[in-house]
T-cell receptor, first 113, second 113 residues
């Protein structure tokens, strides 16, 4: 498995502002993923973050809204930009281990007012 | 597009009852299949997975799942549930060789003591 931490664990933000979520893994991984879980819904993949290259975004998600950084093999950030109440969700990062199995962080619970 | 269906959105059982949660997927190629569980206040954890071989796979806490290729199904079972099994259960599928996970909508299980 993997030990994954996320910061912050939760936040309440005003519309129009931005929030950066951090994801830290206990050992080096090639691929990190960012998911969104909207209230009452399932998990949806936002993007895949590889170290040393641009993140790959899924349909419906764009870099201007969800910029991602991957400065090294144990860390990534996801920024939720220009937030609106519709961005209220749980945001989760995950990594691939042993083999081809994703393990998830504890999530960041975001409420936008 | 690949999709995953979980037909039971809410299930209520008494302790010692048997459990079966349905999961069907739409992709026709080789797939890897997963069940994840999210206990109240905790993060998403891997329950079990199927990659190849024996279609009946056993996971943690007495759970098992059966892959039936002809039915595109991967149903989760437990012969006798406990109060501590109260959680939300997610089925997830990915194409073999790819990393993108597609999740079902989840099933909330409530086990009454």
């Amino acid at each position: 498995s993997a030990v994954i931490s996320q910061k912050p664990s939760r936040d309440i933000c005003q519309r129009g502002t931005s929030l950066t979520i951090q994801c830290q893994v206990d050992s080096q991984v090639t691929m990190m993923f960012w998911y969104r879980q909207q209230p009452g819904q399932s998990l949806t993949l936002i993007a895949t973050a590889n170290q040393g290259s641009e993140a790959t975004y899924e349909s419906g998600f764009v870099i201007d809204k969800f910029p991602i950084s991957r400065p090294n093999l144990t860390f990534s950030t996801l920024t939720v930009s220009n937030m609106s109440p519709e961005d209220s969700s749980i945001y989760l990062c995950s990594v691939v281990r042993d083999p081809e199995t994703q393990y998830f962080g504890p999530g960041t619970r975001l409420l936008v007012l | 597009a690949q999709s995953v269906s979980q037909h039971n959105h809410h299930v209520i059982l008494s302790e010692a009852a048997s459990l079966e949660l349905g999961c069907n997927y739409s992709y026709g190629g080789t797939v890897n299949l997963f069940w994840y569980v999210q206990y109240p206040g905790q993060h998403l954890q891997l329950l079990l997975k199927y990659f190849s071989g024996d279609p009946l796979v056993k996971g943690i806490k007495g759970f098992e799942a059966e892959f039936i290729k002809s039915k595109f199904s991967f149903n989760l079972r437990k012969p006798s549930v406990q109060w501590s099994d109260t959680a939300e259960y997610f089925c997830a599928v990915k194409k073999w060789g790819f990393q993108k996970l597609v999740f079902g909508t989840g099933t909330r299980l409530l086990v009454s003591p």
